[in-house]
């Protein structure tokens, strides 16, 4: 059994994939040999992937939590699915394993793992004027659903480091340079990478 080191989490259309695209590169595999929801969702707007495993993904819509509500989660069978998930995770050749999925806020809580949680932040306009374009995102279009998204996080006291999408943006290669030392500190296996060159070719086109 493989217990994740990392958890990416953030609104959805944050820069999750972009910070999991980067991820990938440092040395953290996202699927450990198991299936992506690439092929469950139009690419259209993550054309490099979601970096999502399908198993948990599955496992997030059958628990509820993908309703942004930790009221509606159904709580029962939780640990136990999610320990199944852990069991046929399977050994990596990269140095660390982690998930991408901003729905596993919510569980979380419930299945007491402490993997350190990269979590991802945007400008609340920008993130719903992006989701605007997801017919079936209506339920996170309002501001109030990204205030709670943040406010449950920072109650939950995860070990965590911050990425703020707009400022990696504006200045790519000093944002990525800070967070790789604090990275570091963390996952001292980790590689470094040439952050500007991820920036250049996602910025502005897939995260609009």
């Known amino acids: 059994m493989y217990k ?19 991820l990938s590169d440092m040395g953290v595999d996202l699927y450990s040999g198991n299936k992506s929801i690439d092929n469950m969702y139009l690419k259209k707007f993550n054309k490099n992937g979601y970096y999502q495993r399908k198993d948990i993904h599955l496992f997030i819509k059958k628990s509820n939590a993908y309703h942004f509500n930790d009221k509606l989660v159904k709580k029962k069978d939780v640990i136990d699915d999610f320990n199944l998930i852990l069991k046929n995770t399977k050994k990596s050749n990269k140095p660390y394993i982690g998930f991408k999925e901003p729905y596993l806020l919510y569980i979380l809580p419930i299945i007491k793992i402490k993997p350190l949680i990269i979590i991802v932040i945007r400008n609340i306009r ?9 017919l079936n995102y ?26 703020n ?16 030392l604090d990275l570091k500190k963390r996952l001292p296996k980790i590689n470094k990478i040439k952050i500007d060159l991820y920036i250049l070719y996602n910025n502005r086109k897939y995260y609009k």
């Open 138 to 163: 209506k339920e996170i279009l309002h501001p109030k659903v990204w205030i709670n998204y943040y406010s449950y996080f920072i109650e939950q006291k995860f070990d965590y480091i911050c990425i």
């Open 4 to 22: 994740p080191d990392v958890i990416i989490l953030g609104m959805p259309r944050s820069g999750t994939s972009l910070v999991a695209n980067i």
């Open 165 to 180: 999408y707009d400022k990696l943006i504006q200045d790519p290669i000093n944002i990525y340079n800070k967070f790789y």
């Open 126 to 134: 920008d993130v719903i004027k992006s989701c605007n374009k997801f």
